[in-house]
């Protein structure tokens, strides 16, 4: 029975140290930070722990700037105080974010190295007009969605504007690469000639090269590129489907794109 009971106090022990162990932290309007876990969650308060204590603690939601849960997930409440706020609107002020693009080839989603790769190929176009703007390099924004437990399977669980926080920028760009297979055709080509000779009887006999031919697969691409602010306003949206019909159109497309938006600057 006292093995028993010393097994119980160990396991409620260690429950009790992995339920907590995982740390949520508030930030409250006057910037400071308190970490612990959101253990109740009401409509005008949450009920708080703070780290290595076990007394709940209550605070109200109009004191709360944001939490931050250990599940990477964050959730705005309520403005900073005013000298905060102008300092974070400067730190995000002209920087922009490119998240990696969505990519559906026949019906049915890419790899990882395919959406990062159209992510770099829309930040060096963007990047080469940039003038008065700092485009966050793919590498980085990268690495802070990853710290903040963001993937493109759970993207539309935040806002655009959470993101932008997220990223330290004042604009997000996203977009989404489509291409399917369409038609193809044949192109025939080779080596035709004819030659005349005569044969054993005196008769004449033509004799003709060979010829070849190539069947090509056409796609159709199309892209939409979207543009969002901090504030969550969608500056920009726009879809075009590719004049060219080979696979690789969307590099092409991506261009067209990027010099209409408000952010490309000729």
């Given at each position: ?5 010393q097994f119980l ?14 740390i949520?932290?508030?930030?409250m ?7 612990g876990?959101?253990?109740?969650y ?5 009920q ?13 939601k109009?004191?709360i700037s ?6 990477g ?11 905060t ?27 990882e190295t395919?959406?990062?790769?159209i ?7 963007f990047?080469?007009?940039?003038q ?14 990853f710290?903040?437990?963001?993937n ?7 806002t655009?504007?959470e ?9 997000v ?9 369409t ?6 080509y ?20 060979s010829?070849s031919?190539t ?5 159709n691409?199309?892209?939409?590129m979207?543009?969002?602010s ?13 004049f060219?019909?080979?696979?690789n159109?969307?590099?092409?497309t991506l ?11 000729r």
């Amino acid at each position: 029975m006292i093995i028993k009971k010393q097994f119980l106090i160990a396991l409620l022990s260690f429950l009790s140290f992995f339920c907590y162990s995982q740390i949520d932290t508030v930030t409250m309007t006057d910037g400071k930070e308190i970490r612990g876990k959101v253990v109740k969650y009401n409509p005008n308060d949450i009920q708080f722990v703070y780290q290595k204590e076990t007394l709940e603690y209550t605070l109200n939601k109009k004191d709360i700037s944001k939490i931050a849960f250990s599940s990477g997930r964050i959730e705005y409440l309520n403005d900073m105080n005013v000298a905060t706020k102008s300092s974070q609107i400067g730190d995000y002020h002209n920087k922009v974010a490119i998240l990696p693009f969505s990519y559906v080839k026949d019906q049915e989603k890419s790899n990882e190295t395919m959406t990062k790769k159209i992510q770099q190929e829309t930040y060096t176009i963007f990047n080469s007009k940039k003038q008065n703007l700092k485009f966050q390099d793919p590498s980085e924004t990268n690495a802070l969605l990853f710290k903040a437990g963001i993937n493109e399977s759970n993207l539309q669980g935040f806002t655009m504007g959470e993101v932008c926080h997220i990223l330290n920028v004042e604009y997000v760009i996203s977009g989404l690469v489509s291409i399917e297979k369409t038609n193809t055709y044949t192109s025939n080509y080779g080596n035709s000639q004819s030659k005349v000779t005569q044969n054993n009887n005196g008769g004449k006999v033509n004799s003709t090269g060979s010829s070849s031919s190539t069947t090509y697969q056409n796609y159709n691409t199309s892209i939409t590129m979207n543009i969002f602010s901090i504030n969550g306003d969608n500056l920009f949206t726009q879809n075009h489907n590719s004049f060219w019909p080979y696979e690789n159109a969307y590099k092409t497309t991506l261009d067209y794109l990027a010099k209409r938006t408000p952010l490309y600057k000729r």
